[in-house]
């Protein structure tokens, strides 16, 4: 038995909705191409069609998507939880936190090598030894570049649970300012 094979336009015009409408719902998974071809098979798109607008109009669809959504909120869920267990293994941070961490980090290091100069101007001011004069200047370039080398996860949380701690203490005091 030989299939009926139709174009986009043909299609359309015997379901009666445009070739727009054809497209949007080829999109949407209906009306197969036959295989190799640019042609429908007449037969199974009406069938598929009929099938459609019964779903619609009992509402099937609407549950279809709903099932979807709320799949799709499972995994956004699951994808939060593994986020939140990595973040307790201490396998991640916030970036906002480590941003954080590092800029203070950064201007301790920076504050430090400042006071260098200072510190080892009255140290070295007598010294004529050049060899004595470049071990204290690298001693103290050492211990400044120490402080960059000690990174510590637990700092970072440290550093974060205090801000939280705080942030929750004025929530309360603002809290209690209004119930006056």
């Known amino acids: 038995m030989r299939r009926l094979e139709v174009s986009q336009k043909e299609l359309a015009q015997c379901l009666g909705i445009s070739t727009r409408q054809v497209r949007n719902l080829k999109s949407e998974g209906?009306?197969?191409?036959?295989?190799?071809?640019?042609?429908?098979?007449?037969?199974?798109?009406?069938?598929?069609?009929?099938?459609?607008?019964?779903n619609a109009e009992m509402g099937r669809r609407a549950s279809i998507s709903k099932e979807q959504v709320q799949a799709e909120h499972e995994e956004v869920k699951k994808q939060i939880s593994l986020l939140k267990l990595r973040k307790l293994r201490r396998e991640l941070h916030e970036a906002g936190d480590v941003e954080y961490f590092l800029s203070d980090m950064l201007i301790r290091f920076k504050n430090r090598l400042m006071s260098i100069p200072a510190k080892l101007a009255l140290v070295i001011a007598g010294e004529t030894d050049i060899n004595k004069l470049m071990v204290l200047i690298q001693n103290e370039l050492l211990d400044a570049l120490e402080e960059l080398s000690e990174y510590n996860a637990d700092e970072i949380d440290q550093q974060t649970d205090q801000d939280t701690y705080l942030d929750e203490e004025e929530l309360d005091e603002s809290e209690d300012e209004d119930e006056e």
């Open 30 to 54: 209906l009306f197969q191409l036959a295989l190799g071809e640019r042609k429908y098979h007449l037969e199974e798109c009406v069938r598929e069609y009929i099938d459609f607008k019964i």
